[in-house]
């Protein structure tokens, strides 16, 4: 097949993808010209019997829990069907709106859980992903016209869905229905291309891993354009970055400087750190706070070469280009002087790192341990061997797993394939499900649900869901 773009969507029961739960999935396969070229897939999943949706989540979406029967699937069946369309065709574009960050990372986990390769649908059969989020930040940024742009009443742009394409779209949406955020991400996209095309066929070029690597290697202190959330609507999401080095531990990682603003950087240049142990320890204790950044290319980065930058976007953005230039010289000769080299060896070191708690239940491990070429063969196995509800012989491979994938295996069998556990698995099965959703915890929970019944006492739609919620729970948890 030639090139074409898959936009998808999700409606969750809650924000983390290790442990909430996908309540909808749609999708819809576009030409590159946004022609829609396949019907509409739109299915749901069923809640396992140890999770407890987010009522908050189900008030956004207003989709209860297993409420659409007979089109429900359980995870196991549900994960199965989406990896089957994300890798039916060649040179698929995976697509969505902040699916980078949010849809994507329910994709892994969920895939992870049920024993299908997290990862290979986004580059495998020449396969890509991308974000129209970040194209429309990029726009807003570097070239405005043609869109009309929202903001709050303190003049931060807005970048929601549903903002955007009620002002720029005569169709009429219902947000947070999965199908219908799919088709309103479609018409944006179009609106993009035929207003900036120039930009939107450059990002969607260098979209690719290997096209961006090669720009970063001949980018090395080397000043370029930016653009990510991390740096706040506040700041238009963009900044001029010097590239630094790429890191020791992971090859699709470089790391680079704020050039724009960096005061704590001045600071400490201005104090004079003389000794080795000083910068080192200074620059371990600093990192985000002096404007060091993380750039991964697995995740699609907006970069751009400096001289997009033009003089009416300088002026639009409020850059200070005296303190751009006196900032980029002074970092050039930090960080070439003789006596401060060995600093790239040393930050070429820094891990990529977020504030992660440990996680001990297996369906939190995902980016833990990464499996080996064994391991991933046997989840294969293990896949194959649940489809057909071969569990004689899973019983015999279990003992060969670590307990990673026995604990996976555990819990995949329990929430999809519960008449088939034997006497002991049962046990823990139940004592599992009295440790996580007891009298005391469903408690709280209906708690919150009434919490909620009462804040919007007013809103009659809201108040007939929660008590939707609640007689869910009656029927489901003898409660």
Not at 224 to 239: D, E, L, T, V
Request: glycine content about 2%.
């Amino acid at each position: 097949m030639k090139k074409n773009f898959l936009f998808y969507d999700y409606e969750t029961f809650g924000l983390n993808p290790k442990i909430d739960k996908i309540a909808q999935f749609a999708c819809v396969r576009t030409d590159i010209n946004f022609n829609i070229i396949s019907s509409p897939k739109i299915f749901y999943c069923s809640i396992p019997q140890d999770y407890l949706p987010d009522p908050k989540a189900i008030l956004i979406t207003s989709i209860l829990p297993n409420n659409n029967k007979n089109n429900c699937l359980k995870e196991f069946y549900f994960a199965k069907k989406i990896y089957n369309i994300f890798n039916k065709y060649l040179n698929t574009c995976i697509i969505g709106f902040n699916n980078i960050n949010f849809d994507d990372e329910f994709t892994r986990n969920i895939f992870y859980r049920n024993f299908l390769d997290p990862y290979s649908w986004s580059w495998k059969n020449k396969n890509s992903r991308w974000d129209i989020i970040n194209v429309l930040r990029t726009c807003f940024a570097l070239r405005p016209k043609g869109i009309n742009w929202c903001f709050d009443n303190k003049k931060i742009p807005i970048f929601k869905l549903s903002k955007i394409t009620k002002l720029n779209i005569k169709k009429k949406f219902s947000f947070h229905d999965a199908l219908s955020d799919v088709l309103a991400t479609i018409e944006i996209s179009k609106l993009i291309y035929l207003k900036q095309p120039k930009l939107f066929k450059f990002l969607f070029y260098f979209r690719k891993f290997h096209r961006l690597l090669n720009i970063l290697k001949k980018s090395f202190f080397k000043p370029i354009i930016y653009i990510s959330s991390i740096f706040g609507a506040k700041y238009n999401n963009i900044r001029r970055v010097l590239i630094l080095t790429q890191s020791n531990y992971n090859k699709k990682i470089f790391i680079s400087i704020d050039i724009d603003n960096n005061e704590k950087f001045f600071n400490f240049v201005n104090n004079n750190y003389k000794t080795k142990k000083n910068l080192e320890s200074f620059f371990l204790k600093n990192f985000l706070k002096i404007g060091m950044r993380f750039i991964n290319l697995s995740k699609c980065p907006i970069l751009l070469p400096i001289t997009v930058l033009l003089k009416k976007n300088i002026k639009s953005l409020t850059l200070n280009q005296k303190k751009y230039y006196r900032n980029l010289n002074i970092f050039k000769n930090f960080f070439l002087n003789k006596n401060h080299k060995y600093l790239i060896k040393f930050i070429s070191k820094f891990k990529y790192f977020k504030n992660i708690k440990k996680c001990f239940h297996s369906d939190e491990q995902l980016y833990s341990k990464f499996f080996s070429f064994k391991e991933s063969k046997k989840n294969n196995v293990i896949r194959i061997l649940l489809e057909k509800k071969n569990f004689l012989k899973l019983e015999k491979i279990f003992l060969s797993l670590d307990n990673k994938l026995k604990n996976l295996l555990f819990f995949c069998k329990a929430r999809n394939f519960n008449i088939y556990l034997n006497n002991f698995e049962k046990n823990s099965w139940e004592k599992y499900i009295h440790s996580k959703i007891n009298l005391e915890k469903l408690f709280l929970y209906k708690k919150k649900i009434y919490k909620l019944i009462k804040s919007n006492k007013h809103n009659l739609k809201n108040k007939k869901i929660l008590l939707k919620l609640l007689f869910f729970l009656k029927n489901n948890y003898n409660f």
